[in-house]
């Protein structure tokens, strides 16, 4: 029998899925960093399983996550976001998300790619912590984008954020995915 962490709903493959093979492992790709901000983003009060099985109703909804299709949404992309049932139908968070795309689309010209914007936070290092909700470095992240106009991206956000894209590994202790647990 494997271990996971405790908050892992084993009844939920998908979830399962996404505990076993995407949550702590690094992915810099952009497609991918870009995909799961928009997804924490929409995560804001609510439990990211939720938004995890409504994720390929929001690559539909968004364009495959197409930022350079996200960037150009009109008045009418909005009100049919706005009347999709598949997704978080949340007026503000669909205006913040096609803000936040074009701000992590200015971020990513800045730096080459949205990856070496987070290096500057994280030197490059991968942190080893469970139990937590927020950093310094989320934190920071979360201040420094506020400050660049982006919205739902506070520190809980930006930390599960990291999670999910594998700086921060917070598998539980006693977790098969734990690295502590492989030495």
Known sequence: MITRCKWCNL??????????????????DD?????MLILEMFQTGLSFECILNKRENFKKAY?????DEVINYTDEDIN??????????????????INNSKIFKSIRDEYSNFYNYLKVFT??????????T????????????????????GTI?????????????SHDDDCFFNPLNHK
């Open 11 to 28: 009844n939920n493959p998908r979830y399962v899925k996404y505990h076993d093979e995407e949550l702590g492992v690094l992915n810099v």
């Open 31 to 35: 497609s991918y960093l870009y995909e």
């Open 63 to 67: 364009s495959n996550f197409n930022i």
């Open 80 to 97: 049919r976001l706005l009347n999709d049932k598949g997704i978080i139908r949340n007026k503000l968070k669909i205006l913040a998300s």
């Open 123 to 132: 030197k490059g290092k991968i942190y080893q912590e469970n139990d937590k």
């Open 134 to 153: 927020r950093s310094e470095l989320s934190d920071a992240i979360s201040k420094d984008l506020k400050k660049r106009g982006m919205k739902f991206v």
């Open 157 to 169: 956000i930006i930390y599960s954020y990291l999670q999910a894209i594998g700086i921060i590994n």
